[in-house]
């Protein structure tokens, strides 16, 4: 069974005034990483965000059904707090808490009621998994604001990876940071791929190229095309793809 499935999935913000995703129907493999790519406004970002239900702080109306591990994250039994525990989120800007590095990856564990030795433990081993705790191992103390950009998108990582979840969505997580961050954070997505299942949302067809396994090309709302990475960028079979990725539009 994939990790996750849509079905139908369709999502209306402003009244039904803007009809944001139409129908769309995708499996998403456990343990490996799917890039979202296409232009701007053309429903990436409403998809990833429809995957633990962040659209609704947005008044947006979801129709359709989302199956993670088989169970509709729509269902009104669902606990949406417990969902987004399960599902992470890193965004496109580095957004730390404004408090010490050691804060930021605590708060999670610490509002979820961990024991204190096992937070210890757990911001140790979240740095370790983000590439970050070489750096700021010293610094545990300092203030977040304190890192360069990339280290701040690593901590958010690790921030996410704190509440131990299944599945982590980036929404852009290198368009703000400079070409050495940027390779970094790659590395660090193919090594997480391994405990965790990735959906990534991307500008950059080079970087969907180079990290994912499967790729999903969405314009208008719509998911054209869905497949293996190598397949849609080397064997084209829809000309909306392919004139998106040779630079016709976007």
Known sequence: MSKIDTLALNVYYGNRSVHALKDVNIKIEANEITALIGPSGCGKTTF???????????????????????????????????????????????????????????????????EKSNVEDIVVESLKKAALWDEVKKRLHEHALALSGGQQQRLCIARALAVNPEIILFDEPCSALDPISTARIETLLRELKHEYTIVIVTHNMQQAARVSDFTG??????????????DIFERLKYKRTEDYITGRFG
């Open 48 to 114: 990833l965000r429809a995957l633990n239900r962040l659209n609704e702080l947005w008044g947006a109306e979801t129709k359709g059904i989302v199956l993670i591990d088989g169970i509709d994250i729509y269902d009104e039994k669902v606990d949406v707090v417990q969902l987004r525990m399960k599902i992470g989120m890193v965004f496109q800007w580095p957004n730390p808490l404004p408090m010490s590095i050691y804060d930021n990856v605590a708060y999670g564990p610490r509002i979820h009621g961990m």
């Open 217 to 230: 090309f969405f314009l208008m709302g719509e998911l054209i095309e869905f497949g293996n990475t190598a």
